[in-house]
């Protein structure tokens, strides 16, 4: 993703999104966990965060049409957690660096829970969603 202005033009890595992203997961003190879209567990070595890079593989990331910047990621949740408040620390936090970095534009993200973490992890398909002007 690119963005000029009058004192040129900047190119915004996919890494910066899964950097932001995993900020964003890490908020939730072990209740959420990085996934694939298919509900596969995103970890790093140990069992611990996934690099950057392998977030950002698993981001959908665009500009819209109407100009509006869009992002998109998976998540599995633990079990018992409470959907509403990690989900809203999230988008808190992803929505204050997208405004940061792309001031004036409106902008959408979407979080999708694709399971729920026990023992096993049980497929699940829900979706939160945040719009901003």
């Not at 990085?34 to 509900?39: D, F, N, Q, V, Y």
């Not at 204050?96 to 792309?102: G, H, I, R, T």
């Amino acid at each position: 993703m690119e963005r000029s202005n009058e004192k040129g033009t900047i190119k915004i890595n996919d890494h910066i999104f899964g950097r932001l992203v995993s900020e964003a997961i890490s908020l939730t003190a072990g209740k959420v966990f990085p996934a694939s879209e298919k509900g596969k567990l995103l970890t790093g070595i140990g069992g611990s965060m996934p690099g950057a890079g392998e977030l950002a593989d698993n981001l959908i990331i665009r500009e819209e049409a109407d100009g509006s910047l869009f992002l998109q990621w998976y998540v599995i949740m633990s079990f018992g957690a409470s959907i509403h408040r990690a989900t809203k620390l999230m988008l808190d936090y992803a929505e204050k660096e997208l405004k940061s970095m792309f001031p004036n534009q409106p902008g959408r993200i979407i979080i999708r829970i694709v399971g729920v973490k026990s023992r096993l992890i049980a497929v699940r398909d829900l979706e939160v969603e945040r719009k901003w002007n």
